[in-house]
């Protein structure tokens, strides 16, 4: 055993040290991963942060998130259609970030989306803007909202 460790000690060096690179090789992507995984999601806070501020730095729409906004005596106006066009399309980048594994997913997301959807202007747009979505991203809207639905 000795004479055969003595002729291939050099082979066996360069398997150790091949298996050790490669194990810190997967300790920094794991590392790595989870770090853009992290910046991901600040970076979509951010943008969270900046959509929702448009609403309070821009009073006319204020009635996207009135519960009792009616929109059949108050049509929908052009800004507060763009606004929720926004937000739906916040939601459909967060969905599919989520879903590929780019970021971490908030917790109460279905609650926040079941709030948010359950106002009368954003609703209103939803219905309208169900069709151009993807089917899973309708699929996750619907299934926040099928409280909703069940409580009718």
Not at 19 to 25: E, R
Not at 29 to 35: A, I, Y
Not at 69 to 74: F, I, L
């Amino acid at each position: 055993m000795g004479g055969w460790i003595a002729q291939n000690w050099f082979n066996i060096l360069s398997a150790l040290g091949i298996i050790g690179s490669l194990l810190f090789t997967s300790v920094s992507l794991r590392s790595e991963t989870k770090t853009r995984r992290i910046g991901n999601l600040l970076i979509l806070t951010q943008s969270h942060r900046e959509l929702w501020s448009e609403l309070f730095s821009h009073p006319r729409l204020a009635r996207v998130i009135d519960p009792k906004a009616d929109v059949s005596a108050v049509p929908v106006t052009i800004e507060e259609s763009y606004y929720v066009n926004m937000i739906i399309q916040h939601l459909n980048s967060a969905f599919e970030a989520t879903k590929s594994g780019l970021v971490i997913k908030p917790e109460g997301v279905t609650q926040d989306v079941r709030w948010l959807l359950s106002l009368p202007i954003p609703r209103l747009m939803w219905e309208k803007l169900k069709p151009l979505q993807n089917d899973d991203f309708v699929a996750f809207i619907e299934g926040c909202l099928a409280p909703l639905k069940t409580s009718f």
